[in-house]
């Protein structure tokens, strides 16, 4: 399940084939695909416009868009320049396309002309003659297009790569309950799934039931350091491949899964103890831990 480190990787592979492209037409084979606005809507809105930028909220992909200008309507534009002045291109997206790629959404390239397989479910033809497809197994990845980004992700909490450690320890000691689940709670901080939640519980040696208000300030500050140290490095390579549900645009696959510590190692021995990784439950999520390492206090 794509995370904060495989969406950012998804957006970088994306950014050199779709920035500047203009998209011609649309279809939706599975209209729940489409959050906002209907299947039909979405269809006929996004044609014509020019994606201007690809970015990263969260585990949410951001498509900037603008209306496409063709060189003459420029030229004309420049040629009338009062009209210049109150018609020129927008520098700024003007429309916003966001995709949740929840459990199995990925991305692929493909010719329009070769046949669609039953798990694509969206389908932007480029001006390139290419179309961008979206590929999703579950079903329940989903697009919006909004005029405003925050109706979407408003509620998220900050990147952790862009909060400081001091914002970080003011919102966790606002906060109260077992840190796996908060870790995991996108309003707290925004990106964090089930591998990364362990691996960083593991890299700061805190038990993950442990209750947020029982942690102490170097504790906390641990487990910032031990969240950025694992997202730079998952970013670096790639993210996390366990299975089919992730893979690159170019169907590589992520190397982070050679660097995990506890994820997908129960019964096998702590790389910092020798103690066997246990595998347990929480919140109904698979959660590894250490048991020597990572004490109930
Ligand atoms: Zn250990």
Redesign the pocket.
């Known amino acids: 399940m794509p995370e904060l480190p495989e969406v950012e990787t998804t957006v970088r592979d994306l950014r050199p084939h779709l920035i500047g492209r203009t998209i011609t037409r649309a279809r939706v084979t599975w209209e729940r695909s489409v959050a906002q606005p209907s299947a039909k809507e979405f269809t006929r809105e996004i044609v014509g416009y020019k994606i201007a930028e690809i970015n990263r909220r969260g585990k949410y992909l951001v498509f900037g868009l603008e209306r496409a200008t063709t060189e003459d309507e420029r030229r004309r534009a420049k040629e009338q320049r009062a009209d210049y002045q109150t018609n020129r291109p927008s520098d700024h997206p003007t429309k916003f396309l966001l995709v949740h790629l929840r459990m199995t959404g990925q991305f692929g390239f493909h010719e329009p002309r070769v046949k669609r397989d039953k798990h694509q479910h969206v389908h932007l033809l480029l001006d390139d003659g290419r179309e961008l497809r979206f590929h999703d197994f579950r079903k329940f990845g989903r697009w919006w297009l909004v005029d405003n980004p925050e109706h979407v992700v408003g509620k998220l909490g900050p990147e952790p790569l862009e909060m400081s450690k001091r914002e970080f320890l003011k919102r966790l000691r606002a906060r109260r309950g077992r840190l796996k689940s908060l870790l995991l709670d996108q309003t707290f901080v925004a990106g964090v799934g089930n591998i990364y939640a362990d691996e960083s519980l593991w890299y700061a040696k805190i038990h993950p039931l442990r209750d947020a208000t029982t942690l102490t300030d170097n504790e906390a500050s641990d487990l910032y350091n031990a969240i950025r140290r694992v997202f730079k490095k998952a970013i670096g390579v790639g993210g996390t491949s366990f299975d089919a549900t992730y893979k690159r645009i170019n169907g590589q696959s992520g190397e982070f899964q050679e660097d995990l510590r506890v994820v997908g190692r129960a019964g096998e021995p702590?790389y910092?103890?020798?103690?066997p990784v246990v595998k347990t439950v929480v919140g109904q999520r698979g959660t590894y831990y250490?048991p020597?390492?990572q004490t109930l206090k």
């Open positions: 702590c910092r103890c020798g103690t250490c020597t390492c």
